[in-house]
């Protein structure tokens, strides 16, 4: 044998001792977060808020929503969608309130945890929720100023929920929806 044939046999023997190769895990794509930006926009239904400017208005016909007012805003880069309903209070608040605490607490059983933070400025006064797990609400919300105008929203993925990878867009929606909601008002 060659000197050539011998360097490299030996060469082939301490390259091929190694780890074997495993296979990688199936990644997720890198979600870009927005900056925090909002424009206000006024809502055929006599509504005014902030919308994040990453959004986009979506209202819903009214001839298949009642004497309800319904409209979403679609976030296109997280595949989502934060539906909301405004109705006119009629000596209801109670029943309104209770029926946006059962929409949340419906999630119990898939939840994690329910947390809630109470929002209100001098006029109105709401619920944010957020519901940790596999929910297919992860963010939920009422505002009102108790005497006219009740506001529920609930968002929504287009997708499986998986909390773990949607983890970083709920924060940030949160925040979002938090501002959202005080930023309401009623004509």
Same mark, same amino acid.
């Given at each position: 044998m060659?000197?050539?044939?011998?360097?490299l046999? /030996?060469s082939?023997?301490?390259?091929?001792?190694?780890?074997?190769?495993?296979? !990688? +895990?199936? @990644?997720?794509? &890198?979600?870009?977060?927005?900056?925090e930006?909002?424009?206000?926009?006024?809502i055929?239904?006599g509504?005014?808020?902030?919308?994040?400017?990453?959004?986009?208005?979506?209202?819903?016909?009214?001839?298949?929503?009642?004497?309800?007012?319904?409209?979403?805003?679609?976030?296109?880069?997280?595949?989502?969608?934060?539906?909301?309903?405004?109705?006119?209070?009629?000596?209801?608040?109670?029943? /309104?309130?209770?029926?946006?605490?059962?929409?949340?607490?419906?999630?119990d059983? !898939? +939840?994690? @945890?329910?947390? &809630?933070i109470?929002?209100?400025?001098?006029?109105?006064?709401?619920?944010?929720?957020h519901i940790?797990?596999?929910?297919a609400?992860?963010?939920?919300?009422?505002?009102?100023?108790?005497?006219?105008?009740?506001l529920?929203?609930?968002l929504?993925?287009?997708?499986?929920?998986?909390?773990?990878?949607?983890a970083?867009?709920?924060?940030?929606?949160?925040?979002?929806?938090?501002?959202i909601?005080?930023?309401?008002e009623w004509?």
């Amino acid at each position: 044998m060659n000197r050539f044939g011998a360097i490299l046999i /030996l060469s082939v023997l301490l390259l091929s001792c190694g780890n074997p190769p495993i296979p !990688k +895990a199936e @990644g997720y794509y &890198r979600i870009e977060l927005p900056e925090e930006s909002f424009n206000k926009t006024s809502i055929d239904c006599g509504l005014t808020l902030d919308k994040p400017d990453y959004s986009k208005l979506e209202l819903v016909d009214s001839e298949k929503s009642g004497d309800a007012c319904w409209f979403n805003l679609n976030f296109s880069n997280f595949n989502a969608r934060l539906h909301c309903t405004q109705v006119e209070i009629h000596d209801n608040l109670i029943d /309104l309130m209770e029926d946006a605490q059962e929409m949340v607490f419906s999630h119990d059983a !898939k +939840a994690n @945890g329910i947390s &809630r933070i109470r929002v209100s400025n001098k006029e109105l006064n709401g619920v944010l929720y957020h519901i940790g797990g596999p929910v297919a609400t992860p963010v939920q919300f009422f505002i009102t100023d108790s005497s006219s105008h009740f506001l529920r929203g609930s968002l929504y993925f287009n997708h499986t929920p998986n909390p773990d990878s949607t983890a970083p867009v709920v924060r940030h929606l949160l925040a979002d929806v938090e501002h959202i909601m005080r930023s309401v008002e009623w004509e």
